[in-house]
């Protein structure tokens, strides 16, 4: 059984900044990719970074330059988000692309969310 469990929400005031960690454990035989997504209220799940097994980072626009995702190992990812903005404010979940042996199909599994909120 996969789990990703995820670490580092919280309340910082616009400006701050926050590290989330992502680490995936269980039954994996490969992963592919690796990031966060992010819902706020109202709004559709969105990626905010990701990261695949070849290195190779992608980020959504809004977060450029001021949010690093970087791995530790190949199961365990980092995001660390600067400059926060109330825009920021959302459950962030932690999301994993892989298979759980060599002849099954690949799958996102997906971690329970951790809320940041940006305000003063």
């Known amino acids: 059984q996969v789990q990703l469990v995820e670490s580092g929400g919280g309340l910082v005031q616009p400006g701050g900044s926050l590290r989330l960690s992502c680490a995936a454990s269980?039954?994996?035989?490969?992963?592919?990719?690796m990031g966060w997504y992010r819902q706020a209220p109202g709004k559709q799940r969105e990626l905010v970074a990701a990261?695949?097994?070849?290195?190779?980072t992608n980020y959504a626009d809004s977060v450029k330059g001021r949010f690093t995702l970087s791995r530790d190992n190949a199961k365990t990812v980092y995001l660390q988000m600067n400059s926060l903005k109330p825009e920021d404010t959302a459950v962030y979940y932690c999301?994993?692309?892989?298979?759980?042996?060599?002849?099954?199909?690949?799958?996102?599994?997906w971690g329970q969310g951790t809320q940041v909120t940006v305000s003063s």
């Open positions: 999301n994993a692309n892989l298979r759980v042996s060599p002849r099954s199909e690949r799958y996102d599994y």
């Open positions: 269980g039954s994996i035989f490969n992963i592919y990719a």
């Open positions: 990261i695949t097994n070849g290195g190779r």
